[in-house]
């Protein structure tokens, strides 16, 4: 029972009343309190697991995934993290017809969530829309719990959409306060946010656009690098100034990979699509104009290639502090001669990294069952104890 | 535990023994006691997972479900019904060639089975085919038990077949017990079942014929309309006349709208294809005749534009009982301005009993756990009070 | 409690401490006690189901399946053994590419495996392919385990390669062991597993290797019968002729069904493709040689068409011991005049044997849960034990 100790007595000193019944859409709508509960819940998860005590608080219940683009990592994170809660994860496969209308949508949030605690949702590929989405779901079923529709409310999980992705980059989060002791060593630790090179293209923004977003919140020098006309929103740079401002941290941004990789500890080289890019083509599927979306694909591919330059070798990872920055990176990589002829990062960097990498993916399932406990359980340093003391096994 | 007393005492009034060990295939097979006993299990599960009580009565076990047309609704309530005793949902997607036989299916009922605790089908499209389908199944498992292939055997409920659709049906009816107040306040009440136009065609029959069988027995005046030539099946109007004779209520039928609505405490407004059209079609498909299929389509969306005044409008809801009928639908509803251009209700009618049907839909999850709690436990009331005092929270 | 005793004594006196944290991939890699263990957990765990006593031994956990080939049967067997055991079935439905290469597999193998404690694989088309690429699975989730990355271990559970189809033959093996009464009685017991004539081509060779490199080590006298040029893998062969000799039974092999039947106590007629003609396969699937492929196949049913008297007819049967040797089948079969015109098993002979079929069949979700329980488990005797004490019941 001790060793819950450490993250119940962190809890008992954070506010993070208003996470219950909440919903977890962007890192930067969270307190910073709020923001720490979430790794010390899910840290605890993982411990009670480890110690092969059951952290089950559901006896039933369903667990909605709503994914509006492919997805492996991510789908077997939610269903993993449903399924230590208690919950069965259940996919609702829309018909892209049948949810696109504004009464349509909330009438079809009410009726997959008659049972639903959670509902997950990833809709990364169109501006303006996928966190949108995930705000109007929410609206319908808070408005149906409200109506006496639905018993209880399902709370929203943003699993990535255009703007965020917080299973992500607290996952990544939690990765780096682990690997350097503690979230107070962050503190002026520098990291490069950078795009790199990719032969696909389209990928989504909210990767970048997150990380700026978090990492600035806990005094870090974040580095953010991309060539001309690989912008990001620009809504989310203004956040992650104000961010680096309030925890003394900095905000640099850059089109020079070498200068952010400069004595960085930590550097997660990525590919990404030009913001602009993403929304002319989310106006074009809008328009039905095909022919525009292939034109604009060459266009990008074209201007990708001009940029090959931009790859996470041997030599910039020897820049870094001590030569050895933390490699990060959401997986899967486009490694250079391995997965793609030329790519985001040198196979022998990838390969030197690959534990590490893997155990960064591991605190995606805990993260995601952290916002879920976060968001029914009222009291959670007294539930994490008490499941303690109920003593159920994992596994018998 | 007191909130519990006012199921279990109806419950001890009942008799409803021949339910347990049995399946759920029409409600006119049903006594009165059974589908009384159905709504008062319903009932009571729903209190007690209201009062955070786990109704979960399988500690494993798996609810198959064989989906012969696309479904939402109906999916999302097998899998939460499931969920709530403990089952794990688990969808068979046959190719349609390998249960096409007799003996096969006998087969691949037994290979589905050997830890299925129920079983539901939904086969709607095919007159004559969908209910007689569910039969062979039933008939393949129970010889399965009697032989020693399976240890328990699966209980059959139907999801929706050509005749009927009782746990939309029994769903609907809950609805307006709660609406109204009791059981014994229906008697008398005037209930319109009206075709709807649409600019859809092909929709099943099962809704107007489960509708017509099930709510002639409680002494309402059930009145069907339809322009002619959208007849229902006649041995459900058959039954529909007993059950009124029996029950002390009415059956009338016209081809008015107008008559159906006038008065009437309860409107049901919505669209389905003739009957003779779709025998004729099944046959089309029996020949694999698309050409034909493709003519019939064409007729009957032809003959369906001839009764675009079949709309549920603001001015025949005036004429209703104090202008203000329950209006009930089993959604999706075709809204005319909204998710077509002219269709089955008007948007602002819609509008209004928004709430209301969205309750409606929400009894469906707990009408298919009551059936399945009913085939699986032979002493119900001792059971929902032994769930009780076990004290089990559904949120820990 | 006492009707488990028959069940641990027999534990007690095996030897299987290797199979903790094991995998299963072949039956001949596994000791005479080990599959020994199998069978009397496999028991012991449907003892334990009939008598309402719940064996789930996981709180949560994910069992996940890779299907590289469509499956009904061990689909649904699968998804019940987890189920039984506490497990939820997670389906890995990959994009074939996304797991092509070395490194991305053991990537995928980590990322799906966070809260995995089984992983289940078929994969039984390509000669060389499928047994291979469960190892390099079953090695990447290891490695990730003793790196860190994984928290347990998933063991791994072939669900049918290349080479071996051990669930199947596992459960054959069990029903026949119930069938003549003990293990002990199969000694000097004569099988025909003989090829049998079918109108489609390319099924997989894994049940009749799986059959002669099980049954050979019990003591029987395996007659493997087949037409010219249909031979199965001689590493296989080889396997067999070692367990005959060293358990005192025979492994002969002749071209004659006539002669395989003749005094059989059990037959099990069943098509296959030739060896050599799946390695051909393999290798134009590799090159993508498709018009190859068409050819081979062609060829393949021409060579077929030339065996259609290699069938199970009333005749053949009479030949067998009594004429009532077990008939039996993996299923589905090719039955003459119901599933097919000619096939593999005329039509009274099967319908004869329909119950001890099906009872065959549902072994399997048992054979697969032991296979979990005692890679999971270290000492199951107790662990059974415990379970009849802690009497959760199956159904409250």
Redesign the interface.
């Known amino acids: 029972m001790s060793f819950l100790k450490q993250y119940t007595s962190v809890l008992e000193k954070l506010n993070f009343t208003d996470m219950f019944a909440g919903d977890f859409l962007l890192t930067w709508e969270k307190e910073r309190d709020e923001i720490l509960a979430v790794f010390t819940v899910a840290d605890a998860l ?1 411990r009670l ?2 110690n092969n005590i ?1 952290p ?7 667990g909605v995934s709503i994914f509006r683009d492919q997805s ?2 991510t789908r ?2 939610f ?2 993290a449903c ?4 919950l ?3 996919d ?1 496969d ?1 018909g892209k017809s ?1 949810v696109a ?1 504004g ?2 949508l ?3 949030a ?3 969530s ?2 639903a ?1 959670v509902i997950g949702i990833r809709d990364d590929m169109y501006i303006g829309k996928g966190n949108a989405y995930m705000r109007d779901v929410s609206r319908a079923v808070r408005q ?1 719990h409200n ?5 209880q409310c399902p709370t929203l999980v943003n699993l990535q959409c255009d703007i965020d992705h917080p299973t992500q980059t607290m996952a990544d989060m939690n990765h780096i306060i682990q690997h350097f002791g503690g979230i107070d060593k962050l503190k002026g630790k520098k990291i490069a946010m950078t795009w790199a090179y990719s032969p696909s293209y389209g990928k989504p923004l909210s990767v970048p656009q997150g990380v700026i977003g978090l990492m600035t919140r806990f005094g870090m020098d974040v580095h953010l690098a991309h060539p001309e006309g690989y912008e990001v929103m620009s809504e989310v740079e203004e956040v992650a100034k104000k961010n680096a401002a309030q925890s003394g941290g900095k905000f640099t941004k850059s089109n020079s990979m070498k200068d952010a990789f400069a004595d960085a500890d930590i550097v997660y080289p990525k590919s990404w699509a030009p913001f602009a890019a993403m929304k002319k083509r989310t106006d074009l599927y809008g328009n039905n104009d095909f022919d525009g979306i292939k034109s604009l694909e060459k266009e990008l591919l074209n201007e990708n290639a001009g940029h090959r330059d931009w790859e996470c070798t041997e030599d910039l990872m020897k820049t870094t502090r001590g030569g050895n920055a933390l490699y990060l990176h959401c ?2 990589a486009d ?1 250079s001669g ?2 793609c002829k030329e790519g985001e990062v040198a196979a022998s960097v990838f390969d030197r990294y ?2 590490p990498l ?2 960064q ?2 605190y ?2 805990y993260i995601i069952a952290a916002m879920i406990f976060l968001a ?1 359980i009222k009291d959670p340093a007294e ?1 994490l104890s ?2 303690v003391s ?1 003593g ?5």
């Open positions: 993982r697991r480890e059951s089950r608080i559901f006896d039933s219940g369903l492996t990592r077997f994170s269903a993993s399924n230590l809660l208690g069965t994860a259940q609702f829309e049948q209308h009464e349509t909330r009438e079809t009410n009726m997959i008659f049972m605690d149906g109506e006496g529709v639905l018993e997986l899967p490694i391995v997965s690959r534990v893997y155990k993916a591991s995606k399932p029914k539930i008490n499941l109920r159920q096994k994992r596994c018998f």
